[in-house]
């Protein structure tokens, strides 16, 4: 969804808005969304619906709207294990997504991938990647073919601050700059490597942005809770490759509210750290800015209202749906659907 | 028909593969401008020029991600890992992302590729650039596994490999790339799964793959001359669709079944079939299952100790007398 | 409306909570988002919300005590209702995959008492063609041999030339007398021809791959099994390998249900020198080839006429083949023994003038012919069915390669 500028703005609206309120009313719908179905991902863990594991996003929604908004049918993105909302950024339904954590038959896979693999091609989400930093290279990949055929699509990668130390992070980004692929690295530096904080175990305070020299890219780093600035840097990026501009590397700065997973109460933060971030939470952050451009508080409850429903909905729909036919176990091992590795 | 080395066997088939289909592409360390390090690509950088035939950063994470991510999403490419001990620096890629992706995704996404790799020992190389790792590759569920011991099995399965819409390893023996076999003119397609009876006998059955099967045959031809024993050679070319019937189909016939391997001891290739044989073809076994392998050691650099390490083919015929005298 | 409050999943490996404190007591109002309780799993220590509003009813599970997760620590709302299990479980039968299909067939021990040892290719061989194992065995000591392979096995086979080609030279325990034989034959002939609504069918085949076959093996079978090797063993494996299709022939009946057999128990019928008819049952035929088949019916056939057959061996029939042959019929139409279906017969087999296709053309020529005729009981099955296991038959017959059987 390209930006647009919006003609007839409602009075109060401030002047000069590269971004529109059609977009505006996308980016915070995005966030409002994926907010709500992460909250009812973690209830329903807690009621051992969802079981095995589940890294939730909940406080980075910016990133994830930002991007999504920005990006076009025909885009691939890749995104790691904590990738519920970014496969809800690019359209896929709540169903899918909470019936695959469910792993029900009705989810993105039918429950064979689980919460750490969600995949819908049909939205342009190639896959949710849980070993770190595999999926950069294969981000690459992507955009080879693109540059390769002639294809006008761009691939964006999202990963957070600690993949930054890891061997394929940088193999990745030398390979895209070398081959000055159409593919966008995205940082979602929420401060934290799992349990450590990541100044701990990184050489320069900013893990992705302090290396962007080290690759001849320009440092980017931006506010990743503030969904309008994701955006634009969203947009630039992607206009970047698409013109053959080469990759970029961008690093947002954002927070996690929970922690790195179920598994964690995050009691290892500093006292006072969540409530400061809590005030800049992306949803507050961008309730004031609808407002600055004259976005009534109906339309805001309107957007909010018919999120939950969606929310209820899907949350039926997947109670209510079966486990996979046991058939289903040894389906798809290969290209042809089957399994067998003799005759 | 034309007498043609391994090693440009090579270069035929992924010229074959890469004229017949514009979505075959090729990258790898030092495989375009220098035409590979064992000199397996000479030519297909001037012939299919720079945007299809590509050097890589010493880079094996890059270089199998970028051929995923590409075949993910419409490519067929063909990536080259100069040793096949570099697997290791690269094996999540082997062992988690390639082979799991079609099934993770529910059939949502499939990954033509096919890795070209250096395998094997023979040329003084020393333990960290001479392991034969189809083993390695056989155990994952989901990558399929080829390893052919003459220059129409390298074209035949290349082109069949480089076919298939599953990832692919291809284990290329560097020991024989020097080595020279007749190839018939035109297109040559093999089938993945299938092995090769090359020769045919009554008395015992011998399974080998890549370099083995010339010392399989070799010493074939002694047992039958000095010893009288008539001996049924299979190259199994195919680990991975395995094809069990062939195999078995031979032990009923002989009833004894060897392995030459040229894999450490424990976990090779043949401990899979002896396993898969010592079930299924029980009653047909006249004899117990013996496998001829390498000892359970790397593998030392001078010349005389490797050639001591790998079986050849008097240790061959040496054990097959005795066991079959026994 | 009434909810139940669980034991929280609180970590992926973690299988039960101890409840510290309780924040709220029985009685109270609860909206969505109050803090429950404070729980402490082996790892973490949490406060837990509540996901639902109502009226705390009922603490089930205090300060100070565990529960598993997912147990019910509380209830909600008004009557205890518990939570409709969200989850199939998956039971009933499970998908069964054979990645490695397990060789059938028992063919005996692997070693004997004093430790001889046979390999598994000596011990089917040993079976399949009906050989004795004690003469093999006694052969293999006779060599010192400690192990018997397949090779010692046939090196044991001219052996049995002096054995007694017929049974065991005691009488077997529980022998019946066979004194009224030619009464009971009739009674029960008569009790099925009267019960059984008899169809006849049958084929003429072309022996000529047979006798092929025959006149190459039978002086050697001869000479080393005493027995003669005739044309019903042959007939009798293709039986066995045409009943694997039609599994309804090779079966019991009882007028209401039809049985088919697993294995076939194939009865032969045995002419007691005009003064009766007996059928001896040989078990698990299927598993036997030309050779074996061929011994076991000699055997059979010897312990008829010296009157040396037990109840054991005349029971269980699930096909019979009555021959005929020897006096030179074209067919019979022979009465099927309850409660099998069908009984097959051979008649003459002998040179005649038949059609013969060539390259060239059509031409008569004289070839070995033979007319196996099948009696059915119509209840079981139909004509149809009948008459493709015939078509079967024949095809067997007149393609088979016989080599196999016959250990070349």
Request: negative net charge; glycine residues 8%; charged residues 25%.
């Amino acid at each position: 969804m390209a930006s647009n500028k919006q003609d007839g703005q409602s009075a109060g609206a401030r002047s000069n808005d590269d971004i529109g309120v059609s977009t505006r009313l996308d980016l915070y719908r995005l966030q409002v969304e994926i907010r709500d179905c992460e909250k009812r991902a973690y209830d329903l863990f807690l009621q051992n619906l969802i079981k095995g594991t589940s890294h939730l996003s909940l406080g980075q929604e910016a990133v994830a709207a930002g991007f999504g908004v920005a990006m076009e049918k025909g885009d691939k993105s890749f995104c790691t294990y904590r990738g519920h909302a970014h496969t809800l950024a690019r359209g896929a339904p709540m169903e899918g997504v909470l019936g695959e954590l469910m792993l029900r038959d009705n989810g993105l896979m039918r429950g064979k991938g689980g919460s750490m693999h969600l995949t819908s091609v049909e939205h342009g989400v190639m896959g949710s990647y849980a070993i770190i930093g595999a999926h950069l290279c294969i981000a690459c990949g992507s955009a080879w073919r693109a540059q390769y055929l002639g294809d006008k699509d761009v691939t964006v990668c999202f990963f957070g601050d600690g993949t930054t130390n890891i061997g394929a992070f940088h193999e990745a980004l030398n390979f895209a700059v070398i081959w000055k692929l159409p593919v966008i690295f995205v940082c979602e530096n929420n401060l934290y490597m799992e349990y450590t904080p990541i100044g701990d175990v990184t050489a320069v305070e900013h893990p992705a942005a302090d290396r962007a020299a080290a690759y001849g890219l320009p440092r980017i780093l931006i506010d990743g809770n503030d969904a309008d600035v994701v955006y634009r840097t969203a947009e630039a990026a992607i206009a970047k490759a698409r013109d053959g501009g080469g990759p970029s590397l961008i690093e947002c700065l954002t927070y996690r509210h929970s922690g790195h997973s179920r598994a964690d109460p995050a009691k290892y933060r500093p006292p006072g750290e969540l409530e400061t971030w809590l005030e800049r939470d992306p949803i507050k952050i961008y309730k004031q800015r609808l407002a600055e451009f004259g976005i009534t508080q109906e339309q805001i409850d309107a957007i909010d209202a018919e999120s939950m429903r969606k929310v209820e909905e899907a949350t039926a729909a997947c109670k209510a749906a079966p486990q996979a036919p046991l058939d289903l176990l040894t389906a798809d091992v290969y290209a042809d659907g089957g399994w067998a590795w003799r005759n | 028909m034309a007498e043609l080395s391994y090693r440009d066997a090579v270069i035929r088939a992924i010229s074959q593969e890469m004229e017949r289909d514009n979505n075959v592409v090729f990258l790898g360390e030092d495989v375009a401008k220098a035409g590979g390090v064992f000199k397996a690509t000479v030519g297909l950088y001037e012939t299919f020029g720079p945007k299809r035939v590509r050097d890589t950063p010493i880079s094996e994470q890059a270089i199998l991600g970028a051929a995923m991510g590409a075949a993910m999403t419409g490519l067929r490419p063909i990536a080259e890992l100069m040793f096949s001990d570099f697997a290791a620096v690269c094996f999540d890629f082997i062992a988690n992302e390639m082979p799991k992706l079609a099934y993770m995704t529910n059939g949502q996404l499939t990954c033509p590729v096919v890795i070209r790799t250096g395998n094997g020992a023979g040329v003084r190389f020393g333990a960290q650039h001479s392991q034969s790792i189809e083993n390695w590759t056989m155990m994952i569920p989901g990558l399929k596994v080829v390893a052919p011991s003459s220059p129409v099995d390298v074209i035949g399965l290349m082109a069949a490999a480089v076919r298939d819409n599953d990832p692919v390893i291809f284990h290329e023996h560097k020991a024989l790339y020097a080595t020279k076999g007749e190839v018939p003119d035109g297109e040559i397609i093999d089938r993945l799964g299938t092995a090769k009876v090359l020769r045919s006998g009554k008395d015992c059955t011998i399974l080998a793959l890549a370099l083995m099967v010339p010392r399989a045959l070799e010493a074939a031809e002694a047992l039958a001359r000095d010893h009288g024993i008539d001996a049924e050679v299979i190259d199994v070319r195919s680990l991975v669709p395995l094809d069990t019937q062939t195999i078995l189909g031979s032990v009923a016939k002989t009833g004894r079944l060897f392995t030459v391997e040229e894999n450490p001891r424990l976990l090779g290739w043949g401990a899979e079939i002896a396993s898969i044989a010592a079930d299924e073809a029980f009653w047909d076994l006249d004899g117990p299952i013996v496998r001829i392998t390498t000892p359970h050691i790397p593998l030392p650099a001078a010349d005389h100790l490797e050639d001591l390490a790998l079986p050849n083919a008097p240790r061959i015929v040496d054990k097959i007398v005795r066991v079959m005298n026994g | 409306m009434s909810d139940t409050v669980i034991m929280p999943q609180l970590g992926e490996t973690v299988a039960e909570g101890k409840i510290l404190t309780w924040f709220k007591a029985a009685g109270d109002d609860v909206r969505t988002g109050d803090k429950l309780f404070e729980v402490e799993t082996d790892k973490v220590t949490v406060e837990v919300e509540a996901v639902s509003a109502g009226t705390l009813s009922e603490i089930r599970v205090k300060d100070g005590e565990t529960a598993k997760v997912g147990a019910v620590v509380a209830v909600l709302g008004g009557a205890a209702a518990s939570r409709p299990a969200a989850e199939t479980s998956a039971t009933g039968s499970l998908p069964v995959f054979e990645e490695v299909k397990t060789a059938a067939g028992q063919f005996g021990r692997a070693r004997t008492q004093d430790g001889i040892a046979l390999s598994p290719l000596a011990r089917r061989t040993i079976a399949q063609n009906g050989l004795n194992l004690d003469d093999v065995i006694a052969h293999a000591r006779s060599r010192g041999l400690r192990r018997v392979s397949e090779d010692d096995v046939r090196a044991a086979a001219p052996q049995e030339r002096s054995a007694e080609p017929a049974a065991p030279t005691t009488p077997a325990a529980g022998a019946v007398p066979l004194s009224s034989i030619r009464q009971k034959t009739a009674e029960r002939l008569a009790e099925n021809w009267r019960t059984i609504p008899h169809v006849f069918q049958a084929v003429e085949i072309d022996f000529t791959g047979v006798e092929a076959s025959r006149s190459k093996h039978k002086d050697s079978f001869k000479a080393s099994t005493g027995f003669a090797l005739t044309y019903l063993p042959f007939i009798a494996r293709a039986a066995c390998l045409a009943l694997k299709a039609f599994p309804n022939i090779n079966a019991h009946f009882d007028g209401k249900t039809l049985r088919p057999s697993a294995g076939v128990h194939l009865g032969i019928a045995v002419d007691l020198n005009h003064n009766g008819l007996v059928v001896p049952v040989i078990r698990d035929a299927e598993d036997l080839t030309v050779a074996g088949l061929a011994k076991a019916m000699g055997r059979m056939i010897a312990k008829a006429r010296s009157a040396k057959l037990t109840a054991d061996d005349l029971s269980g029939g699930t096909y019979s083949i009555t021959n005929n042959g020897a006096f030179g019929t074209l067919f019979t139409s022979p009465i099927i023994n309850a409660p099998q279906v069908a009984i097959l017969s051979a008649d003459a087999i002998r040179m005649r003038p038949a059609v013969v296709e060539t390259a060239e053309g059509q031409f008569i020529a004289p070839r070995l012919m033979g007319v196996l005729g099948q009696s059915f009981d119509h209840r079981a099955f139909d004509g149809a069915y009948s008459a493709a296991f015939l078509s079967r038959l024949k095809q067997i017959i007149e393609s088979h390669d016989w080599s196999t059987d016959l250990s070349e």
